[in-house]
Each structure stands twice: as structure tokens, then as C-alpha cells.
């Protein structure tokens, strides 16, 4: 079935250093791939969505390539702020109305 | 934006007791999931439901789950009986049709003794 990896966390940096969470993925559709980030206390929010192999996604900073060739989908972002501080989920759906299917999740920790 | 809201926020009920959580969808939404989440672990997709049927479910909803929306009203799951094993965090979620994109709500944590 579907499936997805990502980076074991939790991960700690300093504020302005640069981040990198991998991600990787098996199936055997045409997945569009997501990342979430759920802060303490709520519900996981959608960070971007990308559908299509070769897109690149982006929001608040954070980017994703949607890479077939490897089967990846990394989160990046260049300068990470304290607010950053949250779980992402990198996570996968063969299809617009099923239900994503989640990683492990990957703790972030931004010291100042 | 838009907001899914779960009721009650926390629920403590002994083990073998039934009970029902509540979540109130983003109006419009015809989608609705729950997942499970065991505190410090991942989200584990528990269902899918659409034009009052169970689209899809995983391993984890067993037989002593069940969902329903009378009325397009509360989208809700139900436990009967609860196990230890139940204690969780349970996500409700809503999305539009073909948009791809699901709206969280903030969790009911359950806790059965």
C-alpha cells in the first residue's frame, strides 16, 4: 500500500540556519503529495499541496520539489524562525477525496 | 478561514462504555475523515465518508466503530465498546469535493480507564 518516510526527528536548530526534512514515498498511483504542520493543541494545517511530479510547492517560506524520478518530496527552507517550531507531516493521496496518508512526522525545535 | 470543530475537547469514560464524538464539518464540505492519533505518534487514517457510506477505512476501524451524519448534522464516530486501546487523540477532517484539500479540526482527546 501507500507509504511514506520521512526524517526522524525531532530536529533543533537556531534561528536563521537552514532546514531540510526528507521525505519519501512508494506507491503505485499518481499520488499528489503534501506537507502539513500541526502545532500543540490543534489539528494538523496544510502547509502546500503539490499534484503534479516535476512542480515545486511553497508557503511561508517553507518549499517542496515533487521529484518521481527519486520518489521525494523534501521540505526546505533557507532561514528558520522560532515560530517554526511545530511536527510536519509529509503525506500522500492517490486521489482529490481520499484520505491523505501520513509520515511519522518530524519535530522541529527553533531556539532563538 | 474555514473551521472544523470537535466536541467535547476531552473525554474520560471507562473502558467497555460507548461513546460518540462529535464534529461539526466546514459547512459545505461533503468529505469527512477521522484519524487517530496516539500521543507522540502519527496520524493514523481511520476512515472515509461520503453520501452517508464509509468510502474507504483502514485496519484500525474495527467492528466496534462506527460513523454516521444523520441529517447533515454532526459528523460523528462511535465506540461500542471502548478498549484501553482506544485512548487517543481522534482528528476529524472536511473537504470539498475534488479540491484535495482537508480542513482538521483541533482533536478530541479520549481517554478510557
Known amino acids: 500500500g501507500d507509504s511514506v518516510t520521512q526524517t526522524e526527528g525531532p530536529v533543533t536548530l537556531s534561528e536563521g540556519t537552514s532546514l531540510t526534512v526528507n521525505c519519501s514515498y512508494e506507491t503505485k498511483q499518481y499520488p499528489t503529495l503534501f506537507w502539513y504542520v500541526q502545532y500543540p493543541g490543534e489539528g494538523p494545517q496544510l502547509l502546500f499541496k503539490?499534484?503534479?511530479?516535476?512542480e515545486k510547492g511553497s508557503s511561508r517560506g517553507f518549499e517542496a520539489t515533487y521529484n518521481k524520478e527519486a520518489t521525494s518530496f523534501h521540505l526546505q527552507k533557507a532561514s528558520v524562525q522560532e515560530s517554526d517550531s511545530a511536527v510536519y507531516y509529509c503525506?500522500?493521496?492517490?486521489?482529490?477525496?481520499?484520505?491523505?496518508?501520513f509520515g511519522a512526522g518530524t519535530k522541529l525545535t527553533v531556539k532563538p | 478561514g474555514p473551521k472544523v470543530l470537535q466536541i467535547p475537547s476531552h473525554q474520560i469514560i471507562d473502558m467497555g462504555q460507548m461513546v460518540t464524538l462529535n464534529c461539526d464539518p466546514v459547512s459545505n464540505h461533503l468529505y469527512f475523515y477521522w484519524y487517530k492519533q496516539i500521543l507522540g505518534q502519527q496520524m493514523e487514517f481511520l476512515v472515509n465518508f461520503y453520501n452517508g457510506k464509509v468510502m474507504e477505512k483502514s485496519k484500525l476501524f474495527k467492528d466496534q466503530f462506527s460513523v454516521e451524519r444523520p441529517d447533515g448534522s454532526y459528523f460523528t464516530l462511535k465506540i461500542q465498546p471502548t478498549a484501553l486501546e482506544d485512548s487517543a487523540v481522534y482528528f476529524c477532517a472536511s473537504s470539498s469535493p475534488g479540491l484535495g484539500k482537508q480542513y482538521f479540526g483541533p482533536g478530541t482527546r479520549l481517554t478510557v480507564l
Open positions: 503525506a500522500l493521496s492517490d486521489n482529490d477525496n481520499n484520505a491523505p496518508r
Open positions: 503539490v499534484p503534479k511530479a516535476n
